[in-house]
């Protein structure tokens, strides 16, 4: 069974920073792409960055140069660190990963965190 386990959300004031960070465990053969989305009410779910196991970054028009993305390999590990937060940045972000398990070949499935509500006021 593979989870993911985020870690990191909160409230924070306009032009405050947070990170977030998302842990992958159970029976993993590989990840090939581990991200993070978030989905504010009333809106639909979007993309904030990924990072693949090969190849570069990729980041949504929202987190451009205030947001990025990084990973530890070895721990099966993603961080979002998250800098001049704006209210429109208060939403619930959720982990997401590509994961191929073991016993499963080379046959990738997608995976959630639970989500993690992130509160941009003051």
């Known amino acids: 069974q593979v989870q993911l386990v985020e870690s990191g959300g909160g409230l924070v004031q306009p032009g405050g920073s947070l990170r977030l960070s998302c842990a992958a465990s159970?029976?993993?053969?590989?990840?090939?792409?581990m991200g993070w989305y978030r989905q504010a009410p009333g809106k639909q779910r979007e993309l904030v960055a990924s990072i693949p196991k090969v190849g570069s970054t990729n980041y949504g028009d929202s987190a451009k140069d205030r947001f990025t993305i990084s990973s530890d390999k070895a721990k099966n590990t993603v961080h979002l660190q998250m800098t001049n937060l704006k209210p429109e940045d208060t939403a619930v972000y959720y982990c997401?990963?590509?994961?191929?398990?073991?016993?499963?070949?080379?046959?990738?499935?997608?995976?959630w965190g639970q989500g993690s509500q992130v509160t941009v006021s003051s």
């Open positions: 997401n990963a590509w994961i191929v398990p073991v016993g499963e070949g080379l046959n990738e499935y997608e995976y």
């Open positions: 159970g029976s993993i053969f590989s990840i090939n792409i």
